[in-house]
């Protein structure tokens, strides 16, 4: 009985949420960049309603990874009426409430997510307190919530009249809906579609139609131009959505409740499809589109046994999520399972920075502390000496600024970006870009330069050279040292050590000869010309 009453206190909690169906949203794909879905639902927690964030999908290999991954990015005390996704941000609208004497409004809130900058982490700004935004009129029925590059839309209905609203840095303006359009009558399905670069309304009156309507002017007075499109629904085509409609991978889904589960219909053009049908669906349930995968998440909580609370406190019920999702272009089901939970670091990413360590153990073995008792002393001609440690640092610092300014030229990245906290930790987007350039610069420059003129222009400037020391046996067996300029090869070898592997390199500056990993191999140095001292008269 204590774990019944645990389960209808959470399901009382999602009243507002229509019954059936949880608050949901998706964003589309926008131009280069990704999709964020989100949900809210019970949670075991406290508060026990959870503000759930499904990450973008990588788009490596044949699938998107990331399968059935779940964060939680907040909790609440209650649930919203609805939700929508606007870039990196959920905004929920909650019910109606009194503001003031005799002023009623519904509260708007938003969390906004953002990469913690190692791995594929998200962190939000939930942790103190949600982001204020301005209040939706409180009179009506909130028909429809949808995303919008700039913020969201709302559909409000009050009896025979309908409000249009569009968030923006002004706040929430009206502009006009379309004049053929009216309200239809016992729908409770939304009647607002996040659309890309645009908000779709649904007509589902006796000649179904969707309007498209895309936002012009600017924010403080916006208007709307609205195209209308018939939709294959009713009439022997497809069945009345009984939930939320989605567009993802370029066509309409919405679900209908069947029994034992619900069935997934697309529209396809001037066709309504079957698209695929989920058993087992509970009540209440999440649907939204993952439009980066191409993929229809199903998410539903389910009783997971008796949770434990504090001592004194009684025991409630367990909550568990399954997630099915479905693709969007065939229908078949990819995943069904209980939620993933994404850590800091994907197994791709672990797998690969397994294999760097092990490369990374093998060439410390190799080439920092493999013995050097075997490898012939250095030997120089009369009138070359090694270079000092300050005046070679003092070279690679201004190679490295050639190499910065010359990369971030090449890449079109301002320099600026090298300054971002994180880059070393996850070197992505334009400062992976630029640290990349910055890599092969040094390298080209360092090896077509050495090899040209045997120094780059910071040796130029500090008055140090690259040579390959050799001693050399002549015809009467007398041995010699002398300093030749490098193979190519030598200076590419050398480079790609310097500058490909830094640690590694850096260990040989400590031995006796202060030669890097990267002259050893190579069998070159650097070396500063010195005068001869002067030959004593006889």
């Not at 190692?118 to 942790?127: E, N, R």
């Not at 997630?323 to 690969?352: F, I």
């Amino acid at each position: 009985m204590r774990i019944l009453f645990g389960v209808i206190a959470f399901l009382a909690l999602l009243l507002p949420a229509r019954g059936q169906v949880l608050p949901a949203a998706g964003t589309v794909v926008p131009r280069g960049g990704e999709t964020h879905a989100w949900f809210v639902g019970p949670d075991d927690g406290d508060p026990p309603v959870a503000v759930f964030h499904i990450p973008p999908r990588s788009r490596s290999g044949p699938l998107a990874s990331g399968e059935g991954v779940l964060a939680i990015a907040g909790r609440l005390k209650s649930s919203p009426e609805m939700i929508a996704a606007s870039g990196t941000r959920v905004i929920l609208v909650f019910p109606t409430s009194s503001a003031a004497p005799g002023v009623r409004e519904r509260r708007v809130l938003s969390i906004t997510a953002s990469r913690s900058g190692l791995g594929d982490g998200w962190v939000y700004d939930s942790q103190g307190r949600l982001d204020a935004l301005p209040a939706l009129p409180g009179a009506g029925r909130l028909a429809g919530l949808a995303g919008t590059e700039r913020g969201a839309a709302a559909l409000i209905l009050d009896g025979e009249t309908a409000r249009f609203l569009l968030l923006t840095r002004d706040g929430w303006q009206e502009p006009s809906l379309p004049s053929e359009w009216s309200p239809p009558e016992g729908s409770a399905a939304p009647l607002l579609v996040t659309l890309p670069g645009a908000v779709g309304l649904l007509d589902l009156g006796p000649s179904p139609a969707l309007w498209t309507g895309t936002v012009l002017g600017d924010e403080s007075s916006p208007t709307m131009e609205w195209e209308r499109r018939a939709l294959p629904i009713g009439a022997g085509a497809g069945p009345r959505p009984g939930g939320p409609v989605v567009w993802t991978a370029g066509r309409l889904t919405y679900p209908v409740r069947e029994r034992g589960g619900i069935t997934l219909w697309q529209l396809d053009g001037g066709r309504a499809l079957r698209l695929s049908r989920v058993d087992g669906v509970g009540e209440p349930y999440a649907l939204t589109g993952i439009d980066q995968a191409g993929r229809i998440a199903v998410i539903w909580p389910q009783e997971g046994g008796e949770r434990k609370g504090e001592p004194g406190e009684p025991r409630r019920a367990s909550i568990r999520y399954r997630v099915v999702e479905v693709s969007a272009s065939t229908g078949r089901v990819l995943y069904d399972g209980g939620p993933v939970g994404k850590g800091p670091v994907s197994v791709e990413e672990l797998r690969v920075l397994a294999i760097g360590l092990l490369m990374v153990m093998v060439l410390i073995l190799v080439l920092v502390l493999r013995p050097d008792s075997g490898r012939p002393p250095l030997a120089l001609p009369q009138g070359l000496a090694l270079a000092e440690g300050s005046r070679r640092w003092t070279a690679t610092l201004i190679d490295v600024l050639v190499a910065a300014i010359a990369g971030s030229k090449i890449a079109g990245v301002p320099l600026a970006t090298l300054l971002e906290s994180g880059l070393l930790i996850e070197p992505t987007g334009e400062g992976g870009l630029l640290l990349l350039w910055m890599l092969g610069v040094a390298v080209a420059h360092g090896a077509l330069a050495e090899w040209l003129f045997g120094r780059t222009l910071g040796k130029w400037l500090t008055a140090c050279r690259v040579v390959r020391a050799r001693v050399v046996r002549g015809a009467d067996g007398t041995l010699t040292a002398r300093a030749e300029r490098p193979a190519l090869w030598r200076c590419v070898l050398r480079n790609v050590v310097k500058w490909g592997l830094p640690p590694v390199a850096a260990a040989g500056l400590n031995a006796g000869d202060r030669r890097h990993r990267g002259d050893v191999l190579s069998g070159t140095a650097v070396v500063i010309d010195v005068e001869r001292p002067a030959e004593s008269p006889r």
